[in-house]
């Protein structure tokens, strides 16, 4: 091995829930130079990577191989070469039908330096996610991972009788059987195994696709068929297998399969996404706004100066967006200030949301009405009394005028300052068209009245996607949506995405598919 050469990290990426990678494999995709891909690791993994970090995708799928095993260990020797840290990301665990273990001896072979890092296999997490314990006290005390797929020209290679006798005592798990399932259960059945013995089929497990189905072993590869199932899928033979129907879990999330467009701006979505994925619900991120800002940094700093001036009367600062307050604080820290700034200034916030960005910055809202809209506002703080306030408003740009006009009426000096804009971001309309391309979308949410704009914009004259509603934060979002001319179907009762996740599955939980 060179002394300029790297190393290549074989790591686990898990079944298909981002959320089940390791650590250790989250670290190392955090450093890495490169990283070769497989087709069943999500996707979603690549954000823990570094700008700039090269993406080789290598997957291999029954059928549709895109790369060859010896071009991939050709590719991951040639990477370690060039003196790059490569992160080999492979679905489930390297060394439970991972072929890592090739790849380890292409890459001892070749002088390169390795590790292996163990990911969740799929033989277990399948199961579970579906309700099948491997093994369990009562029913199984041993489990045996099969391997389903046979080389081309070695069919029959398995002997299933030896396979067969590990029944009913113990557990069987096949992966990559989808095609092969029909011999797999005559195999069985003919070395000795009760055709009644309980059996299930587990497709995309532990992604929001999963679906799975259970009966008599004798029936399974018929179950598979009539419901269009197929790679990748794992087979459970044995009396676990019939503890699914009691266990189920993960297939009776309320959004279950239900396949929701979000198109709030990046740096806000990653919590409302985390809601709707825990909810069951497959979600895609597609920000079709990003913030920019509008205001001069000379004309912040000097909106800050005349906020932390005395005044005779009370001075209050009114936030109606978390932008607004991270903006703001950016510029406070610019400035060499801290939240010092803010004492004896009497913070409002437009909802809890916008007064938890407040919170991650040392600041605590003095108010939060009820209702999370400029109206709402308006009536709390009237109803504290602002006449002969100074009231400071950092907003976006085309916001609505209401707030401060009625708080001028009411006696109060108002100083608005444009804050931000929102923009469609470069890649809106490829990646929204890109993702309706992929399949059916059962909701597209919207957050704001700029989203409901910008989504339209990315649309670019395509339709809105057939079957899907509309799914507004509230109201004031609602009445852009309908203007537009769009389905809504849905609005929140309480303004928050919190709100809007619950109020999405009330809505399916009485829809049908």
């Keep these: 091995m060179t002394a300029t050469a790297g190393t290549v990290y074989l790591v686990g990426a898990g079944p298909g829930d981002p959320g089940l990678?390791?650590?250790?494999?989250?670290?190392?995709?955090?450093?890495?130079?490169?990283?070769?891909?497989?087709?069943?690791?999500?996707?979603?993994?690549?954000?823990?990577?570094?700008?700039?970090?090269?993406?080789?995708?290598?997957?291999?799928?029954?059928?549709?191989?895109?790369?060859?095993?010896?071009?991939?260990?050709?590719?991951?020797?040639?990477l370690a070469r060039e003196g790059r840290s490569v992160v080999r990301l492979k679905g489930g665990d390297p060394f439970v039908f991972g072929r890592g273990g090739e790849e380890c001896e292409a890459l001892r072979d070749a002088g390169i330096a390795f590790e292996v890092i163990p990911g969740v296999t799929s033989a277990v997490a399948a199961p579970?996610?579906?309700?099948?314990?491997?093994?369990?006290?009562?029913?199984?005390?041993?489990?045996?991972?099969?391997?389903?797929?046979?080389?081309?020209?070695?069919?029959?290679?398995?002997?299933?009788?030896?396979l067969a006798a590990l029944l009913p005592e113990g557990t069987l798990v096949f992966l990559m059987g989808a095609r092969t399932l029909p011999r797999i259960v005559s195999g069985l059945i003919e070395g000795g195994a009760a055709p009644d013995t309980p059996a299930a089929a587990v497709q995309?497990?532990?992604?929001?696709?999963?679906?799975?189905?259970?009966?008599?072993?004798?029936?399974?590869?018929?179950?598979?068929?009539?419901a269009g199932m197929g790679s990748p899928m794992v087979t459970v033979v044995g009396r676990v297998a019939g503890l699914r129907e009691r266990l189920q879990w993960f297939e009776r999330r309320p959004l279950h399969g239900r396949r929701i467009v979000v198109t709030r701006a990046r740096a806000q979505a990653s919590g409302f996404l985390e809601r709707l994925r825990r909810m069951g619900a497959d979600a895609v991120e597609i920000p079709v706004i990003a913030v920019e800002p509008a205001a001069e940094q000379r004309d912040l700093e000097a909106a800050l100066d005349h906020l932390a001036a005395p005044h005779s009367g009370d001075r209050w600062a009114v936030f109606t967006s978390a932008n607004a307050v991270d903006l703001v604080w950016d510029a406070v820290e610019r400035s060499r200030r801290d939240a010092r700034l803010f004492a004896g200034v009497r913070l409002v916030a437009i909802g809890p949301e916008t007064a938890a960005a407040?919170?991650?910055?040392?600041?605590?809202?003095?108010?939060?009405?009820?209702?999370?809209?400029?109206?709402?506002?308006?009536?709390?703080?009237?109803?504290?009394?602002?006449?002969?306030?100074?009231?400071?408003?950092?907003?976006?740009?085309?916001?609505?005028?209401?707030?401060?006009?009625?708080?001028?009426?009411?006696?109060?000096?108002?100083?608005?300052?444009?804050?931000?804009?929102?923009?469609?971001?470069?890649?809106?309309?490829?990646?929204?068209?890109?993702?309706?391309?992929?399949?059916?979308?059962?909701?597209?949410?919207?957050?704001?009245?700029?989203?409901?704009?910008?989504?339209?914009?990315?649309?670019d004259g395509r339709p809105f996607p057939p079957g899907a509603v509309a799914a507004c934060i509230g109201p004031v979002t609602a009445r852009t949506a309908e203007s537009a001319g769009l389905p809504v179907g849905i609005v929140a009762a309480e303004y928050t995405t919190a709100g809007l996740a619950a109020a999405l599955a009330a809505h399916f939980a009485t829809a049908t598919r």
């Design 21 to 78: 990678l390791t650590l250790r494999g989250q670290e190392l995709l955090a450093s890495c130079d490169a990283v070769v891909i497989d087709a069943l690791a999500s996707p979603e993994l690549l954000r823990h990577c570094k700008p700039g970090t090269e993406v080789h995708r290598a997957g291999k799928r029954a059928g549709q191989h895109s790369a060859t095993q010896d071009e991939i260990n050709a590719l991951l020797v040639r």
């Design 204 to 226: 995309w497990g532990t992604d929001p696709r999963q679906r799975s189905c259970g009966t008599p072993l004798s029936d399974i590869a018929a179950a598979v068929d009539a």
């Design 358 to 459: 407040l919170a991650r910055h040392g600041l605590r809202a003095d108010l939060v009405p009820e209702e999370y809209v400029a109206e709402a506002v308006a009536d709390a703080m009237l109803a504290a009394g602002v006449a002969g306030a100074r009231i400071w408003l950092p907003r976006a740009a085309m916001a609505r005028d209401v707030l401060p006009d009625r708080l001028r009426e009411a006696g109060a000096e108002v100083d608005v300052l444009p804050l931000y804009r929102t923009v469609l971001p470069d890649d809106a309309r490829h990646a929204l068209h890109e993702a309706l391309d992929r399949g059916p979308v059962d909701a597209v949410t919207f957050t704001s009245s700029s989203t409901v704009q910008h989504f339209l914009q990315a649309l």
């Design 128 to 162: 579970a996610a579906a309700g099948i314990p491997v093994t369990h006290r009562d029913w199984a005390g041993h489990v045996t991972i099969v391997t389903g797929h046979e080389r081309e020209g070695e069919e029959g290679r398995i002997d299933y009788a030896p």
